[in-house]
């Protein structure tokens, strides 16, 4: 359902009847049997049960949200079982920060990939969870009993936070599961979500980088892709198949389900389901929203990264290993840095603006006629909420961006600080043990030479854009004081620092004091930058926020009554797992050029470029693709697929959800959109948005006959 199309002509009247269609969605598992007629039409040929059943092994126990352990509910990315002994493909991106953390200079798995040929091989990696859905419910009417009209923002709030608490625990009593209550719609619906969490998931393989990330920046957010972007993981449990941590005792988790991975032929029009766990989206943006994301948000993000990503290409280039330690925060850097400036032009080539004002004057028309007030002033309150709340969001990203996220010095000293200084007020002894083990993990993947270049380059940066009256003292005072020379205002920042390398650390923990760290001009700094990053916060009313946050859910809340009965109507993405469905289809990009479904290896070598560079080819590719060793993995006309795109709705968290066809068989791995569609997460534009997939046979021809793993092949099912 395209909100472009939630307000149209018969707004105007809540007697006129609406016939439009949804054409869009990330829906809820336990309410797709309200879309059962239409993915019957689009080639579904299971039954809602199939996709979700508390009572019998369906496709959701097959669908892995990937996670961090102090963090399960929110998942970075989606994985799917596909074998009997817990076997989990995803993204190659997905992946690649593990192997980052195992790779040396003698053993570098970003550039030469990595494969257990056994499962004593297998690499553990603490902190990674996998998280799978054990069954959901709509909470709504139980939270709303503690709720009043008359509440104000705070009390709400924790009247929510009181009764979600409750729901969960009572969720999950003697069992071993977790739970979490989401919000939807803006805070009008509730649903609960119960897990079950591993938490000892082990790399099992991955493609060289030049595969893997073939393409790079460039080929980011585009078609046509020829990208391999997949790795494998295992989900380990004890004896008794239950989550625990790492063990050499563990045993491969024994799913529910797992699904069969397709060889078969892909055609264009053959249907085409995504499930995973799709980050966020803001479909019920208004335009005063969307002018903050455009001019601030996105444009501000994009200018910032610049800076970083310059750097870190040059540095990355000239030392192997400097791109190893640098590699995973570089790739987690460029993604949105390439997102926020396509999305901008997305957002303006498709007017997005006209089209959230042209909701905003319907919406008003419809307010008109409703008893309650609350539905004719939702729209004042937002606007009035982002006017207050715009010089603290710029000020943010340069503070956010550029000084806490930007160089990595500055907050590593102010964490290392303030935790020094809170053990020593509570005059114990510090845990050095703990702060030792932190800094090793830090430094490892840290070159001081690197992040002062970045530092300097920041700190100008900031200095010269940021407003005046908010920009830190200490950098109006290194301006003052080294005459703009930021190279030597930084190299004596560092040098006087006890947290600016290991060994000035090393020095410090034998003999930890107080005035030490007061005095420490890096310290000071980041606490500085931290300070006034909350403090920007701060500077915002309660009120304000308060009425931003209300007329928001007033607003949604109007919207969703103007379609009751009317639409289908999915709420935001918010990191739960959901199911779009579509099809396998070409489109046109732009006028007079049609972009056709699929992709094959002869792409990967006409865009072949030289060693090191974003279109590296490996040369054992190169042989066996002038052998045309393809094994059988080739579509009818003989080609080696490798990529295809369908119009399935899918955001960020999504990367490595399985593309799965209508009987139930995985066909592809999703991993990116197109930029002519970078709209997508507020305002969804069906001519346009395509979800771009590996092709499952390219994943299983690298595991077969590029790596010779065939102890994985022959514990999938693989059907033809």
């Avoid at 697929?641 to 009987?663: A, L, Q, Y």
Wanted: charged share 25%; glycine share 8%; proline share 4%.
């Amino acid at each position: 359902m395209k909100l472009r199309t939630l307000v149209i002509a018969m707004v105007l009247t809540v007697m006129l009847p609406s016939v439009a269609r949804a054409d869009e969605g990330m829906w809820l598992l336990s309410l797709i049997g309200k879309n059962y007629d239409d993915m019957r039409r689009a080639g579904f040929q299971l039954t809602p049960e199939d996709i979700y059943s508390v009572n019998q092994s369906c496709l959701k126990d097959a669908i892995v949200g990937l996670g961090n352990a102090g963090s399960p509910f929110w998942h970075f990315c989606t994985g799917e079982i596909i074998s009997s002994k817990g076997l989990v493909s995803t993204n190659h991106h997905c992946g690649y920060g593990k192997l980052q953390e195992h790779s040396t200079v003698e053993h570098d798995y970003l550039r030469d990939g990595f494969w257990a040929y056994t499962m004593e091989q297998e690499l553990p990696n603490p902190g990674l969870t996998a998280s799978i859905l054990v069954r959901m419910e709509d909470v709504t009417a139980k939270v709303k009993e503690s709720l009043r009209d008359d509440m104000s923002e705070g009390d709400r709030e924790a009247a929510i936070k009181k009764v979600c608490s409750q729901i969960e625990e009572e969720a999950v009593e003697g069992t071993k599961y977790a739970a979490k209550v989401k919000p939807m719609f803006n805070g009008n619906q509730f649903f609960l979500f119960v897990h079950i969490i591993y938490r000892d998931v082990r790399l099992v393989g991955a493609p060289p980088s030049s595969m893997g990330k073939f393409g790079g920046d460039t080929d980011n957010w585009s078609w046509p892709r020829h990208t391999c972007d997949f790795s494998m993981f295992r989900i380990y449990t004890d004896k008794d198949g239950n989550p625990a941590d790492y063990s050499q005792d563990n045993i491969p988790l024994e799913p529910k389900h797992h699904l069969p991975v397709s060889a078969g032929e892909l055609n264009d029009g053959d249907f085409a389901m995504v499930m995973g766990f799709p980050g966020t989206t803001d479909r019920f943006l208004t335009s005063y929203g969307l002018e903050e994301t455009m001019d601030i948000t996105n444009k501000l993000r994009y200018e910032l990264r610049t800076v970083k990503i310059n750097i870190l290409r040059e540095e990355m280039a000239a030392d192997q290993a400097t791109r190893i330690k640098y590699a995973s925060k570089y790739a987690s850097c460029s993604n949105y840095w390439k997102y926020s400036n396509e999305q901008n032009k997305a957002l303006k080539n498709l007017n997005t603006m006209g089209v959230k004002k042209e909701v905003e004057k319907e919406f008003n028309n419809w307010a008109r006629f409703q008893r309650s007030p609350k539905y004719s002033n939702a729209l004042g309150l937002i606007k009035k909420g982002y006017a207050a709340r715009r010089s603290a969001e710029e000020a943010n990203m340069y503070v956010l961006e550029g000084l806490l996220t930007g160089p990595e010095a500055p907050m590593f000293a102010t964490r290392l600080c303030r935790s020094f200084q809170r053990d020593l007020e509570k005059d114990k002894e510090a845990d050095l043990s703990r702060y030792e083990a932190y800094a090793a993990n830090f430094f490892k993947d840290y070159d001081e030479r690197v992040d002062r270049r970045l530092s300097a380059a920041f700190f100008e940066y900031v200095y010269t854009h940021m407003n005046p009256d908010i920009c830190p003292n200490f950098l109006k005072d290194a301006h003052k004081k080294y005459k703009g020379n930021w190279e030597k205002y930084v190299n004596d920042l560092y040098s006087k620092s006890i947290f600016s390398n290991q060994e000035n650390l090393g020095k410090f923990l034998l003999k930890p004091n107080a005035k030490q760290l007061e005095k420490d001009p890096l310290a000071a700094a980041g606490m500085e930058a931290m300070d006034i990053y909350f403090g920007l916060d701060a500077s915002v009313s309660q009120e304000s926020k308060d009425e931003l946050q209300r007329g928001i859910r007033d607003f949604t809340d109007g919207v969703l009554q103007i379609n009751e009965g009317k639409k289908l109507m999915a709420p935001d993405a918010n990191s739960t797992i959901r199911l779009t469905y579509g099809n396998v289809m070409s489109y046109e990009p732009k006028d007079g050029l049609i972009a056709k479904h699929y992709t094959t290896m002869k792409g990967v070598i006409d865009k072949e470029g030289p060693v090191g560079t974003e279109f590296e080819v490996p040369e054992h590719l190169k042989e066996l693709y002038a052998q045309k060793n393809f094994g059988n993995y080739t579509n009818r006309r003989g080609e080696m697929p490798t990529c295809f795109i369908t119009n399935n709705d899918i955001t960020g968290g999504n990367s490595g959800s399985p593309v799965i066809n209508g009987k139930g068989v995985l066909i592809g791995l999703a991993f990116d959109g197109n930029s002519e569609a970078m709209s997508g997460d507020i305002d969804f534009e069906e001519n346009l948005q395509r979800c771009i997939c590996l092709d499952s046979r390219y994943m299983l021809w690298v595991i077969d006959v590029y790596a010779g793993a065939r102890n994985l092949i022959e514990e999938m099912d693989i059907v033809r």
